[in-house]
């Protein structure tokens, strides 16, 4: 596995240039590629799953990456229900992240490909953060309609343990009444000939349990900027 996260790493870092403008545009979504932007968790509620997808792309590509951050504003750090990490509440079995799905067509298509899959947990913020990356190195020219939404990644989430008010440690895991903004905060996608590109963003963020934007999303989760070096040395383990 170390192999493969410092593989798919060393792709992005041989991009050479950046491009101002992205082809297209990703969105960020409850269920589906197109659901809502806001969603009620009641406890033990399975199959939560946050949709990134892309429309308008219309370039060949080889790989991409999709990184979202989790956090509840003013409310402090995530709660025990959203500890999905590790050594989290939850654990990192409650969570599933993919990077094929049947809401839309895959944007690898039929390919062969490799991938990081992560979600951790930053005590210092309070925040969670989970991302996809992926990359297919034969090249994709045929999922380059830009009239076809393209699935990217899907964060999938069981609350099944999950519960109103505090947790009952190695029973369940509390807060889930708490809001949480899920904010797109990078993703850019990789050219055949190794140039890295931004992607724009249509719906930036979703919320839970949170219909009224308490939370302050996406303000509540700023993005913070990271080179391709400092995303290696963290998954160089």
């Known amino acids: 596995m170390k192999v ?64 979202v951050l989790l956090g509840s504003g003013n409310a402090g750090a995530i709660r025990d229900a959203w500890r999905f990490d590790a050594p989290g509440c939850q654990g990192s079995t409650a969570i599933a992240i993919n990077h094929l799905g049947k809401a839309c067509p895959s944007f690898q298509g039929a390919l062969a490909s490799i991938q990081i899959k992560d979600y951790s947990f930053d005590a210092l913020t309070g925040k969670a953060r989970a991302v996809l990356a992926n990359t297919y190195p034969a090249g994709n020219n045929t999922q380059i309609d830009p009239a076809v939404r393209y699935f990217l990644a899907s964060f999938v989430f069981d609350h099944s343990f999950s519960v109103v ?64 070096g400092e995303v290696k040395a963290q998954y160089k383990r």
């Open 4 to 67: 493969t996260r410092f593989l798919l790493s060393a792709l992005f870092l041989a991009a050479m240039a950046t491009t101002a403008s992205a082809q297209g545009a990703v969105s960020l979504n409850w269920d589906n590629c197109t659901g809502p932007i806001n969603k009620q968790i009641a406890p033990g509620q399975t199959n939560n799953g946050l949709f990134a997808s892309v429309l308008g792309h219309n370039q060949p590509h080889q790989a991409y990456q999709v990184f």
């Open 165 to 228: 008010g505090p947790s009952d440690p190695g029973q369940t895991c509390g807060g889930l009444e708490v809001a949480v903004c899920a904010h797109l905060t990078r993703t850019s996608w990789l050219s055949p000939s190794g140039v890295e590109t931004p992607w724009a963003y249509g719906q930036e963020y979703v919320t839970a349990n949170d219909p009224n934007n308490s939370s302050g999303c996406p303000g509540a989760t700023p993005a913070v900027s990271k080179t391709w």
